[in-house]
């Protein structure tokens, strides 16, 4: 006779385990950028375990991107430094903490993604139109710099080709730089084009 058969978890209860794990998972943002990672995980500790903190640098410059990860151990940790650190002050700049809400492979993989296309996803996103065919996304980068501090651009390829579909994307850490960069740049020149922006 065969013996019980032993019931497999199902795939929605790992992606409901990744998603409890990934909701220990602290973005930090507009963070200085002589902060260590050792420095961040300090900050952190005051409000609970601390398992991983991770400042972004950029790939080519090794700068910092001025955005991180903290891992809490604990959902009362995440609570908690949530509470205490979000919008406060470090190093004259005022930090957002917020939880990234994806699970963990899927937004460990996206920033190795991210790292590789130098762009970075942000819930603070514009949609930016109209742009010239010469338009390339360091170039889209290096515009939007001028008036907040960007994470991410890229201009969309039409599929399969290098060729620019004519618009693209830019991140942002806060939502007060989303809505400086659209009054200040919709309808702004671009390689000649007027651009349009508006939130994504």
């Known amino acids: 006779m065969a013996g019980p058969k032993t019931r497999r978890p199902s795939r929605s ?11 220990k998972r602290l973005y930090v943002g ?6 260590t990672n050792d420095q961040l995980a300090k900050i952190f500790a005051e409000h609970g375990s601390v398992e991983k903190a ?16 903290v891992t809490m ?26 939880v990234t809400e994806k699970p963990l492979q ?5 920033l190795l993604q991210a790292e590789e296309s130098g762009f970075v996803d942000s819930p603070y996103k514009v ?5 010239a065919k ?19 651009a890229k201009v969309s390829r039409v599929p399969g080709t290098s060729k620019s579909s004519g618009f693209g994307f830019v991140t942002f850490s ?27």
């Open 174 to 200: 806060s939502e007060e730089e989303v809505q400086e960069a659209i009054s200040s740049f919709n309808n702004a020149l671009l390689e000649g084009q007027k651009i349009r922006v508006n939130k994504a």
């Open 54 to 69: 991770e400042v972004m640098y950029d790939k080519y410059s090794g700068r910092s991107r001025r955005f991180g990860f």
């Open 106 to 110: 899927s937004a460990d993989l996206s």
């Open 13 to 23: 209860f790992f992606s409901i385990v990744a998603v409890a794990e990934a909701k």
């Open 134 to 152: 010469t338009v390339t996304s360091e170039l889209l980068k290096k515009f939007f710099s001028e008036k907040g501090e960007v994470l991410g």
């Open 30 to 35: 507009n963070i200085p950028r002589d902060v």
């Open 73 to 98: 151990s604990t959902f009362e940790d995440v609570n908690a430094a949530i509470e205490k650190l979000n919008d406060t002050e470090i190093g004259g700049r005022k930090i957002k903490v917020n």
């Open 127 to 131: 949609y930016v139109g109209n742009l």
